[in-house]
């Protein structure tokens, strides 16, 4: 039985083809950025409060009119049925379960429609601008008529990192996975495997604007009423043009290492950009949590919440739905844990001067 998230990740490893699993884990090139982004949390410490009478905690917070029962919401992942069957079906229902939220990735293998069904409260819809504005306007629509209640544009995946595993695997969607809600035809390239290419690579190159800019975002109000989340943040200026250009907020994130490889940290980025934002908008953080203490730190970092992926991940490849529920769960024990034994009885009370 795992006792903690790391577990999960080792379970899942046993699992999974290989291909997968290095798809999943892998970060860019040396995958330093990969490994710093667990080690920053880890380097951070915490200055503990006693005597603050714990008995009562209440973790829920509220999000841009969502409340969450805890501050964590499950990170966009792509094809999540190759984890397992339900794939994105399964995660929804363990967020719902968990009273947390969810953002559906593009590259997701259930519609938005059928996640939808299965979600309650809090889901966003994390969009790529394609070379073509009008397969753009149309998902964003679709998304809007399905329920979502946020766009989340990631920005910084002008092009696909070098990732060596998927280099090394030929990557590529094996035929049984769908991707529904792509908005274009994905077979010629996703789904070809190649010698020392990877098919996700060619898919981006092929099909998404390596030439979006400031006055997307602008454009991208202009075809939606939902709230727009920019992800992909790691520096103030950028936070504040964020905002400058009608962003609802943004989520502090380096695609989970996968993108630019020795790129900061988010532990080490999220000070700055809530410096820079000064309370303004929404802000939450990804990268590398995996314990119930990141979560306080980012907290008291200035996020309003933060961001879960890969572990979700390594639940569903674990024990599918009930796999993922039982990581949240764990997961929700060990923050209100922290909560208690740093003496931070509600997120507000996680305040900067918690960190040494």
Known sequence: MPVNLHDYEAHAAQRLPRMVYDYYAGGANDEILLRESRTAWDALRIRYRVLRDVSRRDLAVEIDG??????????????????????????????????????????????IEAVRA???????????????????????????????????????????????????????????????????????????????????????????????????????????????????????DDARLALEHGAQGVIVSNHGGRQLDTAVPTARALPEVADAMAGRGTLLVDGGIRRGTDV????????????????ILWGLATNGAQGARDVLSLLRDEVDLAFALAGVRTPAEATADLIA
């Open 118 to 236: 299965a979600a309650t409260g809090l889901l966003w819809f994390q969009l790529y601008i394609y070379r073509d504005r009008g397969v753009t306007a149309e998902l964003v629509q679709r998304a809007e008529r399905a329920g979502c209640t946020g766009l989340v544009l990631t920005v910084d995946t002008p092009l696909l990192g070098r990732r060596e595993r998927d280099l090394l695997n030929g990557f590529h969607v094996p035929p049984e996975f769908p991707a529904p809600n792509l908005g274009v035809d994905m077979r010629g390239t996703l789904g070809t495997s190649a010698d020392m290419s990877s098919a996700l690579a060619q898919f981006i190159l092929h099909h998404w604007d390596a030439g979006i800019a400031w006055r997307d975002v602008q454009w991208l109000q202009s075809v939606t009423r939902l709230p727009i989340y920019l992800k992909g943040i790691v520096r103030g």
């Open 66 to 111: 969502h409340r969450l029962e805890w501050p964590v919401i499950v990170a966009p992942m792509a094809f999540q049925q190759m984890a397992c069957d339900e794939g994105e079906v399964a995660t929804a229902r363990a967020a719902a379960h968990a009273g947390s939220g969810m953002i559906l990735s593009t590259l997701s293998n259930c519609t």
């Open 296 to 311: 306080l730190k980012a907290l008291a970092l200035g996020a309003q919440a933060v961001l879960l992926g890969r572990p």
